[in-house]
């Protein structure tokens, strides 16, 4: 029983972690263009690449 | 459409609404360090190859920054710099590059971040109702399993304690809606939805004090989830559209050039034209604002204004409303109005009265909540009273009255809809049709009677040479040699359609307002309308006819007529025959002349034809076809259809259409084929009955449920599977979307066939 004091804990820790990877996704627009970043996986690398 | 090519017709038509370079500064935003980001929107993106093509088209150009396609908004965002070693810049070239890459490009201006706030805000709901479920599903899990008293009070109390907040947080938009509509005295989808929520966490938390065996923590947050996932869904879509359909600000210009007292000019924006100011608008420009013209004569294609299809002379003192095209000369205006004030303002002023028939609409998930949510209270309530009174035991009659709300709570109706309404509104997005919002597909579904405007809805805008009336073969090789000095839509007609080789003339001028001169030795050839050719003397003919004519004349005498008729939008005779098939009735409401709406109509095969309507006057149809119990499907394009297209039951608009035809269509269509609308009836009815499916199934397994419930046997398991069960058979069926009434499809198809087959015998 005494290891669901840190079990418990530790499984609320990483879904918190979850939810805040999930934050950050969503601050940084990653699900601003769905359809476009599915077709950019199959793109050249050349054309996402800023020019010096 | 084929991936990623266009004719080059089409490319070679676009070139002609190329912005200047101050017109595209104004719209850039400036991001300092010289740099301006340019938002662009370019419809026709539509794969992975569209986005490396454009991309890769704009940072060839020396002064591009970065570029990045947004497929899902159909947007690019470009970044520029102003100058390169201290010379300015033409970021014009930046459409040139869209252009030439094979796709269209329109300004855009960026509204208000204000809608991706409200997104983001759904989603982090999401993400918390999503995170708290899964957690308390876990430890409920472990108490299922058989956790006996000291663990399950404390796992009871740390499902609490993430429900609580969780609730708060993710639950606010359905309590502020559930207040909303209470305190009007309404009822609606979430006042069964917050009281479950509420009522269940309260019980849970009363039965975990007395550490009581059952708890609902699981229930009240996963059922959160689900609706969230509905209610984002929902938003998304219409989003989604909006954002498409804003992003094309093709007709309405940004600025114009202000001519100053000392004479010196520079461009403005729109908004800072003053009432008296004189501006200059060069041919293929459109006029900003409503004006007198004070120098200057030119035609100008008032189309997308009245209906009015074939190009108006305009000289001294003529007035022009905004939203023309001038084709000819250039002039110069005297602004009569502000941009606010123009003729939009009184067109937008009568959409105002318009709309009353539409906001009159009840989306058909609050129908359905007024008949459910007095069942579910009054269900709950009696159970509550049955065991009360029956059983004596007032705690397990509450206990009863929170499984029967929890199990009828409607997350699957909460779904039912939006899901059926995303995965079509994705669909017809696919076949280039632009849904602005759930209601509106909704609302397409029950329309009976389809209204068309002529000019830019069945018919193109574009005239085609229909007839030649001259003795002389000589003759088409003359005018075909004039017309291609000239860029007025008729000499271009003239030019496509002959195929002659043009004959050389010693000079030509063009005369704005006339027509066209030329001089081959003594003679003097003149190509225009009739007084112009063949002098003043002569009474033009009465505008009865359905053509536009051109003369030709030579030294003054009637040498050869021809004869244009506006070009029949591609698809328009097989649009009209299915909507036939498929039970719809068809008229014609337009600002051009009867005549010419008649021929139209005949050439399609429409029984009614109103022509010579004003803006009003089409308003007035609509409302007296709504009297009549019938509902209206309008379709139309120009800044006169806009009352109209908001009057109407549900309305569709062409890409092309004006700014404000446009935003007042339900839906927008992108490509050039009139199919779209028997397309997007096709999808909307079918959507239309998966949704009755969908309540069917939904209501079917709360009834299953609820004797469950009511006899006290609804243990927390039982309710959580009973609510994602219902969930996901919902979801299910509306995947079914694509599959479902194909058959159907092609049996209104097989009965064209056989019409065709019957107009061929």
């Not at chain 2, 093709?250 to 034209?273: K, Q």
């Not at chain 2, 009863?400 to 699957?412: D, E, G, R, Y």
């Not at chain 2, 329309?447 to 229909?466: I, N, Q």
């Not at chain 2, 591609?570 to 409401?589: K, S």
Request: proline share 4%; glycine share 8%.
């Amino acid at each position: 029983m005494n290891m669901l004091i840190y079990l418990i804990p530790i499984a609320l820790l990483m879904g918190g972690m979850g939810l805040l990877a999930f934050l950050w996704s969503l601050r940084s627009g990653q699900y601003d263009d769905l359809q476009g970043a599915a077709w950019r996986i199959l793109a050249e690398d050349e054309t996402d690449q800023r020019k010096p | 459409m084929t991936c990623c090519t266009m004719d080059a017709e089409s490319v070679l038509a676009l070139s002609t609404t190329s912005s200047s370079a101050e017109e595209v500064r104004l719209v850039s935003q400036p991001l300092g360090e010289g740099l301006r980001q340019l938002d662009l929107s370019v419809p026709d993106v539509h794969c992975g190859g569209c986005i490396s093509t454009i991309e890769r088209a704009l940072l060839s150009l020396p002064f591009v920054k970065t570029a990045r396609v947004n497929l899902t908004a159909r947007r690019v965002t470009c970044v520029y710099q102003e100058e390169v070693e201290t010379r300015a810049t033409d970021p014009s070239k930046i459409l040139a590059a869209i252009n030439s890459a094979g796709y269209r490009a329109h300004l855009f201006t960026p509204q208000a971040p204000e809608n991706d706030k409200t997104r983001n805000q759904l989603l982090l709901a999401i993400g918390v109702s999503g995170f708290a479920a899964a957690n308390i599903m876990l430890l409920s899990v472990s108490v299922w399993s058989g956790a006996d008293a000291a663990t399950r009070d404390m796992f009871h109390w740390i499902s609490a304690m993430i429900a609580a907040p969780a609730l708060v947080y993710a639950g606010r938009f359905f309590f502020k809606s559930a207040r909303n509509a209470l305190r009007h005295g309404r009822t609606n989808m979430d006042v069964p939805i917050s009281l479950a929520v509420t009522l269940s966490y309260a019980v849970s938390l009363w039965e975990t004090v007395h550490h009581g065996e059952h708890a609902w923590f699981d229930a009240s947050v996963s059922l959160l989830f689900f609706l969230l996932i509905g209610r984002t869904l929902d938003h998304v879509m219409r989003e989604k559209a909006r954002a498409a359909i804003n992003g094309l600000a093709r007709l309405a210009p940004r600025g114009a050039l202000l001519i100053n007292p000392d004479g010196s000019r520079h461009y403005i924006a729109i908004e800072e034209i003053a009432a008296g100011d004189e501006i200059s608008i060069a041919a293929g420009e459109r006029v900003p604002v409503d004006g007198i013209v004070v120098s200057g004569e030119s035609d100008v294609d008032l189309s997308i204004v009245t209906g009015e299809s074939s190009p108006v002379a305009v000289a001294s003192n003529s007035e022009v409303s905004s939203g023309a095209m001038n084709l000819t000369g250039s002039l110069v205006l005297r602004a009569t109005k502000i941009a606010k004030n123009s003729l939009l303002s009184e067109i937008i002023g009568l959409m105002e009265a318009a709309e009353g028939g539409r906001a009159r609409y009840r989306r058909i998930a609050d129908r359905a909540a007024a008949l459910y949510s007095p069942v579910v209270h009054l269900l709950a309530l009696v159970s509550f009273l049955g065991w009360g009174f029956l059983g004596g035991d007032w705690k397990q009659g509450m206990l009863v009255a929170v499984a029967v709300l929890i199990i009828t709570c409607p997350c699957a109706l909460g779904l039912a809809v939006p899901v059926v309404q995303v995965v079509a509104a994705g669909e017809l997005f696919r076949k280039g049709i632009m849904v602005k919002d759930g209601s509106a597909l909704e609302r397409l579904a029950e329309a009976d009677t389809v209204a068309f405007d002529k000019t830019g809805t069945l018919t193109m805008g574009s005239p085609r040479l229909v007839g030649v009336g001259t003795m002389d073969e000589s003759a088409t090789a003359i005018a075909h040699g004039l017309a291609t000095h000239s860029r007025h839509p008729l000499s271009r007609a003239l030019v496509r359609e002959t195929k002659t080789a043009p004959m050389s003339f010693d000079s030509v001028t063009e005369i704005p307002g006339g027509g066209l001169e030329a001089r081959n030795g003594a003679d003097v050839y003149r190509l225009g309308n009739t007084a112009f050719a063949c002098g003043t003397s002569v009474v033009p003919r009465t505008a009865d006819s359905p053509f536009s004519e051109v003369v030709l004349s030579k030294n003054g005498v009637d040498f050869a007529r021809f004869f244009f008729d506006d070009t029949l939008r591609p698809g328009a005779c097989e649009a009209i025959d299915r909507l036939g098939a498929a039970g719809l009735e068809t008229l014609i409401v337009s600002g051009d002349r009867q005549t010419v709406v008649d021929n139209t109509a005949h050439a399609l095969g429409i029984d009614r034809a109103f022509g010579s309507l004003t803006p009003k006057q089409k308003v007035e149809e609509c409302q007296r076809l709504n009297g009549q119990g019938r509902r209206v499907l309008m379709v139309g394009d120009g800044i006169n259809d806009a009352p109209a297209l908001a009057a109407a039951h549900v309305s569709m608009a062409p890409a092309t259409a004006s700014d404000i035809g446009r935003q007042a269509a339900d839906l927008v269509f992108f490509n050039d084929r009139l199919d779209a609308v028997p397309e997007a009836i096709a999808v909307a009815r079918r959507s239309a009955s998966l949704i009755r499916q969908n309540f069917a199934l939904a209501i079917g397994y709360n009834v299953l449920a609820v004797p469950i419930a009511i006899a006290g046997l609804a243990t927390p398991l039982i309710a959580a599977v009973a609510m994602s069960t219902s969930s996901i058979i919902v979801v299910t069926n509306a995947l079914r979307l694509n599959a479902f009434g194909k058959r159907r499809d092609m049996q209104i198809r097989g009965g064209i066939g056989r019409s065709a087959e019957v107009k061929a015998a």
